[in-house]
């Protein structure tokens, strides 16, 4: 089994940055491949960023592709969502997400963690 913690989420102005960490626990994350999502209220989740554990290879959706970073720290069972350039669109519930398979797909994630607040003010 995996756990999954997220931190770094909060309130921010409208072109300010934000760093979100997801830590595991349970089992390593060699095999993983690590997903961001995020939930609006009243909307759908969406896919946000995702990438390999082990390859660098890397998706990330049409509306944050420039502006956010997917990383991982395998030494820290750990990754993160770089975000900058803010923008009170990404105001959401920012949730971080593992499964077997690189996707964009939040059904091919087995795991989430409880989810972190993002506000931008503009």
């Known amino acids: 089994q995996v756990r999954l913690v997220e931190s770094g989420g909060g309130l921010v102005q409208t072109g300010g940055s934000l760093r979100l960490s997801c830590t595991a626990s349970?089992?390593?994350?060699?095999?993983?491949?690590a997903g961001w999502f995020r939930q609006a209220p009243g909307k759908e989740r969406e896919f946000v960023a995702a990438?390999?554990?082990?390859?660098?290879?890397?998706y990330y959706s049409d509306s944050v592709k420039g502006r956010f970073t997917i990383s991982r720290d395998a030494a820290k069972n750990a990754f993160y969502l770089q975000m900058n350039g803010l923008e009170p669109g990404d105001t959401a519930v920012y949730y971080c997400?593992?499964?077997?398979?690189?996707?964009?797909?939040?059904?091919?994630?087995?795991?989430w963690g409880q989810g972190t607040q993002v506000t931008v003010s503009s």
């Open positions: 990438r390999g554990w082990s390859t660098l290879e890397t």
């Open positions: 997400a593992a499964g077997e398979t690189l996707a964009r797909s939040a059904r091919y994630y087995d795991y």
């Open positions: 349970g089992r390593t994350f060699t095999a993983y491949a």
